[in-house]
């Protein structure tokens, strides 16, 4: 909203199955209700497979690959749009993929004082807390590296082009093959060098290959990145309390096979 605010004649395209808080649309303009003027929902799919779909202004500078899951046991849907720019070679995503720095980034000082960011632990834990891995703590001289932090989960995920682990667990780990169907049609769109993405380190740079590889555990166990099993065990009971207690669809595939025993 704050965007339409500013750019008042901009047009504004939004990917399907919003809802909560903030306003819900579903995949037409029909079901939208915003709190601010929406001109078009983003496509489903390969938008070049539906005839006669309204496309934005800009889709000749843009290609763009939207996920739609819809399951009726849980709260809404989940979905995302990535967009690949042509001119730049660049892939534009949300939340698909993440990168882990080896420090904060320097806005985190807009909200802590000095001390508080430069303290050791406190990048590894709001990592960690990030993306729903237990705050583990192993002390260094245990560590098999030296160079590793007193972090394992922390340690298993920085410095690569990952899924978020709470993604894997909530969202794919319910609906495996629509994201894999996804997943595989990104490159499609392209060729890619870098990665535009809103959390943690933006750009990186990446290729379509370091970005299925990223998704490789939809293929089969793997134990890359190398998160313990140990390190699974909230987002596990989590599921298990969902699953329980009936408040979403049921898991229907092992996010975490071949993960690396304690």
Known sequence: AAFVKKYPTASVWISPGQYG????CGLDLKSCRMGYHVDGILPVGDPRNTADVPMPPW?????????YVSLPENAGPVSESAFLHKATNTLITTDAVVYVPDSPPPILRTYFDDETVSEPSFWPKSVLQAVFLPLRQQQQQQQPQKDLSEWPGYDAIQGRLIRAPILRAFADARS????????????????????LT?????????????????????????????????????????????????????????????????
């Open 21 to 24: 808080p903030f306003g819900s």
């Open 59 to 67: 889709s000749n500078e843009f290609d763009m690959r939207t996920l």
């Open 176 to 195: 495996p093959d629509a994201v894999r169907t996804w997943v595989k049609s990104i490159p499609s769109m392209g060729r890619f060098d870098r990665i």
């Open 198 to 262: 809103a959390h943690f380190a933006s750009p990186i740079a990446a290729s379509a290959d370091n970005f299925l590889d990223a998704f490789a555990y939809l293929e089969g166990p793997s134990d890359d990145p190398p998160i313990s099993c140990q390190d699974w065990a909230l987002l596990d009971s989590l599921n298990s309390f969902i699953g329980d207690n009936k408040l979403g669809a049921p898991v229907k595939f092992d996010f975490k096979a071949g993960c690396r025993p304690p």
